[in-house]
């Protein structure tokens, strides 16, 4: 149920753009993206539910292709700060599995200046 | 708010020794989960409360305990530990009032060396 990240590694400079992909082989109700810095935990970037919804940061855009199952994490004009590894976490849409999340493993940005 | 506790912050522990990981949140939250973070592997969901007295497994769940018998504790049991349980635990919770996957807080994770 894993989802699957891609590309593994991005390597930017400062200004430059990236998309992070998560595509996964099961219905989904809501796709989740977090970043972690070296050493630290976790943190929350958004939500994005089926129908539409999303919550999270202002400065990060991501869209959620209900029918591919894909979601994509958009990062322009990057700065030094967003240097981490960024996670995807997926829900499905099964009852079963009401709340729980599978995390994918992880894509490493790394800004220079 | 202190948000997610985690102690220790750093354990060593010898093959077959059991202990528990504490986690604790102050943000009256229902759900509560343990993923283990190895390197390549991002997160794996290991067992999560829905609330006090509600538990259950997630993909990785052999080797671990937990129960729910408050809102704000969630400790993590490891029942004998064994080499192949080294990792990073980090426990997370969210309000999550429907059920459904939230906005979730992570604590600031438990290093486990097993020897």
């Known amino acids: 149920q894993q989802p699957v990240q891609s590309p593994q590694a991005v390597i930017l400079r400062e200004g430059e753009d990236a998309v992070i992909n998560c595509s996964s082989s099961?219905?989904?109700?809501?796709v989740h993206w977090y970043r972690q810095k070296h050493g630290e935990a976790p943190v929350f970037l958004m939500i994005l539910l089926k129908g539409g919804e999303q919550k999270g940061h202002e400065k990060i855009s991501a869209s959620f292709n209900e029918k591919k199952q894909q979601s994509s994490l958009y990062l322009t004009a990057s700065q030094l700060s967003y240097s981490g590894t960024y996670f995807c976490?997926?829900?499905?849409?099964?009852?079963?599995?009401?709340?729980?999340?599978?995390f994918g493993r992880g894509t490493q940005l790394t800004v220079w200046p | 708010n202190a948000g997610v506790t985690q102690t220790p912050k750093f354990q060593v522990l010898k093959t077959g020794q059991s202990m528990t990981l504490q986690c604790a949140q102050d943000?009256?939250?229902?759900?509560m989960s343990w993923y283990r973070q190895d390197p390549g592997m991002g997160l794996r969901l290991i067992h999560y409360s829905v609330g006090a007295g509600i538990t259950d497994q997630g993909e990785v769940p052999n080797g671990y305990n937990v129960s729910r018998s408050t809102t704000e504790d969630f400790p993590l049991r490891l029942l004998s530990a064994a080499p192949s349980q080294t990792s990073v635990y980090f426990c997370a919770s969210s309000y999550s009032p429907s059920g459904r996957a939230d906005e979730q807080f992570f604590g600031p994770g438990t290093r486990l060396t097993v020897l």
């Open positions: 976490g997926t829900e499905t849409d099964r009852g079963s599995t009401l709340g729980r999340l599978y």
């Open positions: 943000m009256n939250h229902e759900y």
């Open positions: 099961k219905a989904l109700y809501s």
